[in-house]
């Protein structure tokens, strides 16, 4: 057994120890069922833990995480967590956060093949495509990386609210406001990068549902 291994499981020991310290109850309490307010998408990337960047406790949200927080209307892993999220548990605030740095993004402003990975690159270089007028007159690289973060952040919302199961909530009366947040690595702080829904008002019309 390797020493990192013999850590990880010594660490939870501690942790679980820790706990029942504190509150005897804590995972009998747990365990009776989670009723999150929050549902957040988020990146991979192992510098941006959800819970503890919003100082959220163990079922305060409910999480789903792959690379650059994308929204892909056909990515049924993300449909589910979200309809469970929004029609089984009733969030009321669902984020997309990304963070400056995103491998992801970096490598879909470049033209390197980095492997099968290449396909979901192809996502976030399409919301280059649309952009790349405003992208491209950004002498800085380092600046228009971190405005391609933000853009990809914004597109990802927009595609949020257009989903079917988003809209059907806001149809049925159902409290759901959705946000797009980007992640500073070298300062901890999130930012609210404006880009909030309510109701499908501010769509195209053409993504505007009409429901029976």
Same mark, same amino acid.
């Given at each position: 057994?390797?020493? /990192?291994?013999k850590?990880?499981?010594?660490?939870?020991?501690q942790?679980?120890?820790?706990?029942?310290?504190?509150?005897?109850d804590? /995972?009998?309490?747990?365990a009776k069922?989670?009723?999150?307010? *929050?549902?957040?998408?988020?990146?991979s990337?192992?510098?941006?833990p959800?819970?503890?960047?919003?100082g959220?406790?163990?079922?305060?949200? @409910? #999480?789903?995480?792959?690379?650059?927080?994308?929204?892909?209307?056909?990515?049924?892993?993300?449909?589910? #967590? *979200?309809?469970?999220?929004?029609?089984?548990?009733?969030?009321?605030?669902?984020?997309?956060? =990304?963070?400056?740095?995103?491998?992801? #993004?970096?490598t879909?402003?470049?033209?390197?093949?980095?492997?099968?990975?290449?396909?979901?690159?192809?996502?976030?270089?399409?919301?280059?495509r649309?952009?790349? #007028?405003?992208?491209?007159?950004?002498?800085?690289e380092? !600046?228009? @990386?971190?405005? @391609?973060?933000?853009?990809?952040?914004?597109e990802?919302?927009?595609? *949020?609210?257009?989903?079917?199961?988003?809209? &059907?909530?806001?149809?049925?009366g159902?409290?759901? &406001?959705?946000?797009?947040?980007?992640? =500073? *690595?070298?300062?901890? /702080?999130?930012?609210?990068?404006?880009?909030? /829904?309510?109701?499908?008002?501010?769509?195209?019309?053409?993504?505007?549902?009409? @429901? !029976?």
């Amino acid at each position: 057994m390797s020493d /990192f291994y013999k850590k990880i499981l010594d660490n939870n020991k501690q942790w679980v120890e820790n706990q029942l310290n504190i509150d005897p109850d804590y /995972f009998n309490d747990l365990a009776k069922g989670q009723t999150p307010p *929050l549902l957040w998408i988020g990146c991979s990337d192992s510098r941006v833990p959800a819970n503890e960047i919003i100082g959220a406790k163990p079922g305060e949200v @409910f #999480v789903h995480r792959n690379i650059a927080n994308m929204v892909i209307h056909s990515d049924m892993n993300m449909l589910s #967590v *979200l309809d469970y999220a929004v029609n089984v548990l009733k969030v009321k605030h669902v984020i997309v956060c =990304g963070h400056y740095g995103c491998g992801g #993004v970096k490598t879909a402003m470049g033209n390197q093949s980095v492997g099968i990975i290449d396909n979901w690159i192809r996502h976030i270089k399409d919301i280059y495509r649309l952009h790349h #007028v405003y992208l491209d007159s950004i002498i800085d690289e380092k !600046e228009r @990386f971190n405005k @391609f973060v933000e853009i990809n952040v914004k597109e990802q919302v927009y595609d *949020l609210a257009k989903t079917s199961i988003v809209q &059907s909530a806001w149809n049925n009366g159902q409290e759901l &406001s959705i946000h797009g947040w980007v992640y =500073g *690595l070298n300062s901890g /702080f999130v930012t609210d990068l404006g880009v909030n /829904f309510s109701s499908d008002k501010d769509l195209d019309g053409v993504y505007q549902l009409k @429901f !029976e």
